[in-house]
Nanobody, 119 residues
Framework: QVQLMESGGGLVQAGGSLRLSCTAS????????MAWYRQPPGKARDILAS???????WYESSVSGRYSVSRDNTKSTMYLQMNNVIPDDTGVYYC?????????????WGQGTQVTVSS
């Protein structure tokens, strides 16, 4: 089992920056992919960025160029650097770890951290 704990959320003004962290406990495999999701108020949870164990990253178009995902495998921690934030970035940010088991993917989730961007 893996447990994920996010931190770093809070209130930030538009144009500002924020850094989220996600620390995993339990055994991490080199095939695990970690990702950040966001759930705006009243909307579905959507993926924002992902990163492999080796550091290859992917970004959703609305955050590409503003967000940066990184991972420190020695600390079992993933980060999300959020720059030039806008009010639409408001939501609960979730950390996820996707693992393959017999070819079937499943996700571990953190409890989420609230990010609120004021205009």
């Amino acid at each position: 089992q893996v447990q994920l704990m996010e931190s770093g959320g809070g209130l930030v003004q538009a144009g500002g920056s924020l850094r989220l962290s996600c620390t995993a406990s339990g055994r991490i495999f080199s095939t695990d992919i970690m990702a950040w999701y966001r759930q705006p108020p009243g909307k579905a949870r959507d993926i924002l960025a992902s990163i492999t164990y080796g550091g290859s990253s992917w970004y959703e178009s609305s955050v590409s160029g503003r967000y940066s995902v990184s991972r420190d495998n020695t600390k079992s921690t993933m980060y999300l650097q959020m720059n030039n934030v806008i009010p639409d970035d408001t939501g609960v940010y979730y950390c996820s770890l996707e693992r393959q088991s017999s070819g079937v993917p499943f996700n571990f989730w953190g409890q989420g951290t609230q990010v609120t961007v004021s205009s």
